[in-house]
């Protein structure tokens, strides 16, 4: 059974930075493309960034590419996701979601695409 654990959430201020991180266990990470998505308070769940499985092909929010960077270890079974220059809009809690790719450079943006989720992570920015 695949199960997804993220962590690295938390209160910060304005213009402060954070890393979230996401693991696999129950199946190999390498196999996996992986994504985040964050919900925000009043708002539907929201693509964030996704990477492939290999790691050399990455996709972003176009509002989000600034000022996040998505990246995984495979070697480490870590998923990240820095966010530099954080503002009171980023808050909400940030998932983490793993499909079993069968291509290592594609990665997908569609939420569909993804059986697996974590809990999430709250992270909240304050002013």
């Known amino acids: 059974q695949v199960r997804i654990t993220e962590s690295g959430g938390g209160l910060v201020q304005t213009g402060d930075s954070l890393t979230l991180s996401c693991g696999i266990s129950?199946?190999?990470?390498?196999?996996?493309?992986m994504a985040w998505f964050r919900q925000i308070p009043g708002k539907d769940r929201e693509f964030v960034a996704a990477i492939s499985r290999s790691g050399g092909r990455t996709r972003y929010d176009d509002s989000l590419k600034d000022r996040f960077t998505i990246s995984r270890d495979n070697t480490k079974n870590t998923l990240s996701l820095q966010m530099n220059s954080l503002k009171p809009e980023d808050t909400g809690v940030y998932h983490c979601?793993?499909?079993?790719?069968?291509?290592?450079?594609?990665?997908?943006?569609?939420?569909?695409?993804?059986?697996?989720w974590g809990q999430g992570t709250q992270v909240t920015v304050s002013s």
């Open positions: 979601a793993a499909y079993r790719s069968p291509s290592t450079q594609a990665t997908w943006q569609g939420a569909g695409y993804y059986p697996h």
């Open positions: 129950g199946a190999a990470f390498g196999n996996f493309a």
